[in-house]
């Protein structure tokens, strides 16, 4: 007997699927000057690589540049590029953190993504640069 599930078809995207490459920055004109920048971007959405289902959630952009900031337009085509990426939650923290560090170099950042509740569970999950 088979899984009635293992034979759907939900066009799962790749991780090479997410566009870093969108992403630009903007000179932060206060170098020197610790100014905190949080980005909340509650729209977000991703697909569990297992089941093929859809993660919503709301991902929390905190930290304090050094000589650039992301650019808010490219930063939200960049996020909407994992709408359809099978990803786990834990990885996607850990994904976002490393692409914008690569891109402005933080003096500190932190990605919280709060997951709306799937299964009874819901999962809230952070990534920090320095580690804390």
């Known amino acids: 007997m088979t899984d009635k599930y293992e034979e759907r078809n939900f066009d799962i995207l790749e991780e090479n699927c997410i566009?870093?490459?969108?992403?630009?920055?903007v000179e932060y004109s206060y170098p020197g000057?610790?100014?905190e920048i949080e980005i909340i971007f509650p729209e977000f959405t991703s697909v569990c690589p297992w089941t093929g289902l859809p993660d919503f959630g709301t991902i929390t952009?905190?930290?304090?540049?050094r000589h650039a900031c992301v650019e808010f337009k490219s930063l939200k085509y960049y996020l909407t590029s994992f709408?359809?990426?099978?990803?786990l939650q834990e990885h996607v923290v850990n994904r976002i953190l490393d692409d914008l560090k690569s891109l402005i170099?933080?003096?500190?950042?932190?990605?919280t993504a709060e997951f709306n509740p799937r299964g009874g569970m819901?999962?809230?999950l952070k990534a920090s640069y320095p580690k804390e």
């Open 19 to 25: 566009d870093s490459a969108v992403l630009e920055t």
């Open 33 to 35: 000057r610790r100014t």
């Open 61 to 65: 952009i905190h930290y304090v540049p």
């Open 83 to 87: 709408r359809n990426v099978g990803i």
């Open 105 to 111: 170099s933080p003096i500190t950042m932190t990605i």
């Open 122 to 124: 819901k999962s809230v």
